[in-house]
């Protein structure tokens, strides 16, 4: 199976006066099972979250409160997506550095993970990161 890029996918959007919904499912939305799902917040405006990468592990991040930027580095490339709608997910694929930053005040970062927490999953060094990933 040819692994997946990151990309954008929008989640449905039911919209109601009363307030809308928006719902994701594993393996229908996003393209893994969901064994876990943990968020960041009160992180104060302008800081940013340490990068690293996974071994395993895929994520799908959604902005569930304000904005924030999402820093990807293939190896070869960067690109940066900019997080602020909550019906709108960044799928995260295993072996893919990520950076957050450009946290506005009171955002939320809800993300889905397809692998339980392993803590020998995480490459928390940007050069270990390289040398896995191009050999």
């Known amino acids: ?11 449905p959007k039911i919209c109601d006066p009363r307030g809308n919904l928006s719902v994701v499912e594993g393996m229908r ?3 893994f099972d969901i064994k ?16 690293h990468a996974f071994r395993q592990q895929d994520e799908f991040i959604i902005a569930l409160s304000g904005s924030f930027d999402v820093v990807l580095n293939d190896g070869n490339n960067e690109q940066r997506y900019h997080m602020a709608r909550s019906y709108y997910g960044l799928y995260v694929p295993h072996m893919t550095w990520r950076m957050i930053d450009n ?11 397809s692998t ?11 050069n270990e990161f390289l040398t ?3 050999g």
């Open 116 to 126: 339980k927490y392993d803590p020998s999953d995480y490459i928390e060094d940007f």
């Open 1 to 11: 199976m040819e692994k997946l890029q990151p990309h954008i996918i929008e989640l």
């Open 36 to 51: 876990r799902a943990y968020w960041i917040y009160d992180v104060p405006g302008g800081m940013y979250r340490e990068g």
């Open 132 to 134: 896995l990933k191009n």
């Open 103 to 113: 946290f506005s005040t009171n955002s939320v970062v809800y993300v889905l993970s």
């Open 29 to 31: 939305n996003i393209p």
